[in-house]
């Protein structure tokens, strides 16, 4: 029997792709994946570093490991990811807890750097710039049978002034288009739902031969048995009429964009180089909501930049209210260390930036109430993902503009497309009951409802 590992994900869906390769690596070299981070012989920490409480939770749970390191002196304890890549030997030196640091330009060098730890009882560190190996070449063990990440590119050319995805991802590199497409008929072919293709920026994808993220979207969405397919995330500079005429059109594309704003204001959006106006961005969402009426926007925000005076801050917030975002992950500004914005004086202090959070996340989830009680009455489409995480006797999934749904059920329903009437909404989340397609020989509608078959009127 193999060592037993354990893995532990911060941060984007990329991250979370990528420690679906890592356990799929380590298990065909005859590794066994725990949940239980007590029984592990290896615990992997696959982090993000694009915001500084993504630092702060990885020490925290790196400084909590003592106790377990002194009870089993064989354990190694690896960091992975962005951090690993962005910190390299100083994570060595900072936490004497960690045996290995990988970054992920070579996690598939790490059964190799597992048995070199043990071999020489030496702490490693691997966090190349350039890959040496792609990580889509690695095997996967995907958490779900009906769910897939589905990666079309990665790394980003913008350079954000904020942004530190440039420097621990690299540049932009797309995969090849017939590869893509490839692996995506063999997630149909093995039973998968939904499939979300991942890039940092996937409208910037190109194959070389003059195809880009319309193109590939289209063909993928063209496979037989592909019913769900969703992407993120997008640049509003490059988010084209063309990708958005091809959402309003194909009913297997989720109606939902994800389309991060981080500020309302033109002369900080020059101060992040990003590239676009909120004029643009105006124009942008008006055609989403004029061309795929169903479509749901999320965003990303941050306040508190640098240079965001207060008037640049009430043009972040008239913003939330024009474009009336179905959800929003709002932060405050943190300089991530070698950006530009690192390199200029923070001079908004922290009690301001959570003034302004505040007044954003207040408007923001009365947006979001407020849209998603317009759902109530209304039967629409679920995947069922699993268990509710609020109520252990319900279950939960999504609707394909994302809004998540829990309702009654049994764990049979998961994996499947349920209808579901909506009763209640909250900010965050909708209620329904299911409707079980029965027939019979009236106009009856049957719900699951506390676990039981009911019959209710129309």
Known sequence: MGKKFYIRTFGCQMNKHDSERIAGLLSE??????????QAEVIIYNTCSVRENADNRLFGHLSQLASLKERKRSLKVVVAGCIAQKMKED??????HVDIVVGPNDLGALPHLIRMSEEKKARLCQAR????QEITSLPSKRKSAFKAWLPIMTGCNNFCSYCIVPYVRGRERSRPFKEVLREAQELVDDGVVEITLLGQNVNSYHDGNGRGFFHLLEAVSQIEGAKRIRFATSHPKDLSLEV????????NICNHIHLPLQSGS????????????REHFLHLTSLIQERIPEAALSTDIIVGYLSEEEEDFWDTVDMVKKCRFDQAFI???SPRPGTAASMMEDRISKAEKQRRFRIVNDLQNKISWQKNRSYIGRCITVLVEGRSKKDPGEISGRTDNNKVVNFPGGSELIGKMVSVKIVDAGAFSLKGIAHVPR??????NWVIFKGELQRISD
């Open 29 to 38: 070299c005859h590794f066994q994946e725990t949940l239980e981070i007590g």
């Open 91 to 96: 994570l060595l030196e900072r936490s004497p």
């Open 129 to 132: 710039d350039k890959p040496q």
């Open 244 to 251: 958005i005429d091809l959402i309003a059109q194909r009913e």
């Open 266 to 277: 033109n002369r900080v959006l020059s101060h992040m180089n990003r590239k676009y106006t």
């Open 331 to 333: 932060f405050e500004f």
């Open 439 to 444: 027939r019979t020989t009236s106009h009856e």
